[in-house]
């Protein structure tokens, strides 16, 4: 009896901490087309609950205690409640500014467009866990980290990695209104300015969190920002990239005064490389990573932890420390991001808003002109007994064929992303925590036709937002949309037009949409619209083939995906 009992445990304790099969991370891995890495680990119903549940928590409050930048918690709640602002004020002047405009944290998270917890009520995948056990009063992406030095904000995955549909947050979505990259220019700015003594006098800060203040001042140094090009595009890559130009050409890019006085030039200090941060439902289904299939081996996750603490000034020396001690946590955001799902357009909107006759036309015009690079999409309609299922259930996807390995091609879309990976590629294959973590990065050329699920709430579309529609996507590109507003997806109703599936254009748009740093205006480098439409749209002689009807059926269609 006891033996037993001892067996179940060990064997509990095993398959919790992962001793059963690493997944394979190299560049010669398959997927057989038809299956797909939802449960990357192959573990039981139950641990694979419990192990997502905890994965998730790690994408919410970021698990890195030696990150590079954290802003002292307590002394920050302070500033913000002293009345006395003759320090803000201060810094102002000598930054030439006259407000930052935030006034709260709250103020802080809401300007960086950060996201609210679901309520207790929610269900399926909108059941967002809270990390402490109650519904948190801070939002998502808000991370407030127990370091040696006390309580330090940061800000973790879902940062980027999360977002608010018409009131509703999902996990895996891209964020469209996130200012992460602002965040770190702001504080570039900012920081050299604070003097820790006033600091300490007017927040009440430790020393400790003094201490904390002078190193993320001295981090700050080490990170090399450029603000995107308008909201809902994000600059990690060049971060990186501009980063390690400020480190030392040594296996762990060690911080040297030098390089950061004299950082090495590098062409994405002024080439336009945004993308936006790409939905987590696919990782299941692909064997390469980014945009541009970029990413060749390696897991992800690790390498995306790589990247976040590059963009942060972090010791790597340290960081690779953390990814030895913290093994566990990794594998448990990893096995999380690989089992999210897509929010399914009748979650949002009734059932009746999908004409299926017309959505089953539209699945022939995608099996002859999508599938071969999009994969394919099997519908439950298709099932003999599927007169039998409710509507709701038959417009479902069963299965999802994509390829055996991702493939990356060049339809002639803007090249800024892809060209900009040759600006660091070497650097970052050379680090000795890259070896480690067998990541490897080969430039390519093109991009990867990502798998199409969830498409309708991935808008605007292509990996640099430059398309506001479906519809606009089965434009000419001489015809396309020229300019429009990045509009967060708020109300069903005004931000989001839901026959085009897109953002509203032209006179459509809400007045108070109409904000600078939203206004996307695909004249400029990086943020082109072109491409994706001959011998998509077209035969080989340029002429279009599909008629408004066909396109309609096909947007029916790509909206039950
Ligand atoms: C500042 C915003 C930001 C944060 C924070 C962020 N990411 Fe990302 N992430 C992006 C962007 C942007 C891309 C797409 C880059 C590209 O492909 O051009 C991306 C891509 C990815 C991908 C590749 C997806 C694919 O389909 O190939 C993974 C995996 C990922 N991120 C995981 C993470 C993890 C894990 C974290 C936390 C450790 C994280 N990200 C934090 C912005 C962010
Ligand atoms: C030759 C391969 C190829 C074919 C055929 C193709 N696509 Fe694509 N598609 C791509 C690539 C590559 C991208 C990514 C381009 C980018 O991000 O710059 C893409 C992007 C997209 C996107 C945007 C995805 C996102 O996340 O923003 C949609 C939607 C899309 N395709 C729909 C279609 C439809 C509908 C068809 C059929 C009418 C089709 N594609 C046919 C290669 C293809």
């Not at 004299?262 to 980014?290: C, G, M, Q």
């Not at 491409?531 to 408004?548: M, P, S, W």
Request: aromatic share 10%; with cysteine.
């Amino acid at each position: 009896m006891k033996k037993i009992v001892l067996l179940g445990l060990l064997l509990q304790f095993n398959s919790l901490s992962f001793a059963s099969i690493e997944p394979d991370w190299s560049d010669s891995v398959e997927i057989t087309p038809g299956t797909n890495r939802e449960n990357l680990y192959e573990l039981s119903e139950e641990e694979f609950k419990e192990v997502t549940q905890e994965g998730l928590k790690h994408a919410l409050v970021y698990p890195v205690e030696v990150s590079g930048l954290f802003i002292p918690y307590e002394p920050m709640v302070n500033f913000f409640k002293e009345k006395d602002n003759s320090l803000m004020k201060m810094i102002l002047a000598k930054i030439g500014e006259k407000t930052t405009g935030i006034e709260s944290i709250e103020g802080l998270y809401q300007w960086l467009g950060l996201n609210q917890y679901n309520d207790e009520d929610a269900e399926g995948i909108y059941r967002i866990p809270y990390p402490e056990g109650h519904k948190p009063d801070y939002y998502m992406g808000a991370s407030i980290v127990h370091t040696k030095w006390g309580k330090g904000l940061t800000f973790s995955c879902a940062t980027c990695h999360s977002a608010n549909l018409f009131g509703t947050s999902v996990i895996g979505l891209t964020n469209k209104v996130v200012k992460a990259n602002r965040l770190f220019e702001m504080a570039k700015k900012f920081m050299p300015f604070v003097p820790p003594k006033s600091f300490q006098k007017i927040t009440g800060a430790t020393d400790e969190e003094v201490e904390m203040l002078k190193r993320t001042k001295k981090n700050l140094g080490a990170v090399g920002v450029v603000r995107p090009q308008v909201l809902g595009l994000d600059t990690s890559l060049p971060q990186v990239a501009l980063s390690l130009a400020r480190r030392a050409k040594d296996p762990y890019a060690s911080k040297k005064p030098i390089n950061q006085i004299f950082p090495r030039s590098n062409i994405l200090s002024h080439e336009v490389a945004d993308s936006k941060p790409a939905v987590w439902w696919n990782l299941k289904y692909k064997t390469r990573w980014l945009s541009d299939g970029s990413i060749v081996a390696g897991n992800p996750i690790y390498t995306n932890f790589l990247w976040n603490e590059l963009g942060r000034g972090t010791d790597l020396k340290e960081l690779e420390g953390w990814m030895k001690d913290n093994q566990k946590a990794v594998r448990e955001l990893t096995a999380a991001a690989f089992s999210t799902k897509a929010p399914l357009w009748t979650d949002f909107f009734p059932t009746s808003s999908i004409n299926i006759p017309s959505a089953k036309r539209g699945e022939k015009i995608f099996e002859n002109r999508c599938q071969k690079c999009h994969g394919q999409y099997t519908k439950a309609w298709s099932l003999d007994y599927s007169d039998e299922l409710p509507l709701v259930d038959r417009i479902k996807t069963i299965n999802v064929k994509y390829h055996k390995k991702t493939p990356v091609k060049d339809v002639g879309t803007d090249p800024g992303r892809y060209l900009g990976t040759k600006a660091f590629a070497s650097a970052l294959n050379e680090l000795q925590i890259s070896k480690m973590m067998k990541t490897v990065v080969v430039p390519q050329k093109g991009y990867v036709p990502p798998p199409l699920v969830g498409i309708w709430s991935r808008y605007p579309y292509l990996h640099n937002n430059a398309i506001p529609s479906l519809c606009d996507l089965m434009t000419n590109p001489a015809k396309r949309t020229k300019t429009f507003y990045q509009i967060p997806a708020e109300s069903k109703t005004e931000d989001f037009d839901s026959e085009c599936v897109g953002f509203p254009v032209g006179n459509k748009v809400p007045k108070k949409r109409k904000i600078k740093e939203a206004f996307f205006n695909t004249a400029k480098k990086g943020l082109r619209n072109t491409g994706h439409f001959r011998r998509i749209f077209t035969d080989k002689q340029g002429r279009e083939l599909l008629t408004k009807e066909n396109k309609k059926d096909l947007i029916m269609f790509l909206k039950t995906l």
